[in-house]
């Protein structure tokens, strides 16, 4: 039976993804994902950010994350839900970025072309619950 932790993100278009802190403070940023279905409730999910940015530090250093369904401005819809998020890479990265612009379309190709001018890598993040 799919783990239905996600089931209140279907539908949404932003979560608010908490990382943390060396110190233990929650650092909330509303981003885009993607799901990863399993019988219509993601099971896991994906989003991405600039190698360099906070979040990604963060996630690097401490894997512990909680999402919750948000709007455009990071006020949340709903509940936290506890995870783990990491980075990956290869074909799993690809996977998630597909999923992305998939749900995304046109708006993440748009940004995605002025990416090209940015010196910035992007990495991709797959959020499981914990």
């Not at 993100?9 to 929650?26: A, D």
């Amino acid at each position: 039976m799919a783990d239905a932790r996600f089931a209140s993100l279907q539908g949404q278009k932003y979560i608010n993804l908490e990382t943390f802190r060396k110190n233990g403070q929650g650092v909330r940023t509303p981003v885009w994902f993607a799901g990863e279905p399993e019988q219509g409730v993601p099971e896991k999910l994906y989003a991405y950010s600039t190698a360099d940015s906070g979040k990604a530090k963060r996630i690097r250093n401490n894997p512990r994350v909680r999402v919750a369904p948000c709007d455009v401005r990071g006020k949340l819809l709903g509940e936290w839900i506890d995870a783990l998020a990491e980075i990956v890479t290869g074909e799993e990265a690809q996977h998630g970025m597909q999923l992305l612009n998939k749900k995304y379309f046109p708006w993440r190709q748009i940004l995605g072309f002025f990416s090209l001018f940015s010196r910035s890598k992007r990495v991709v993040f797959v959020i499981r619950p914990a």
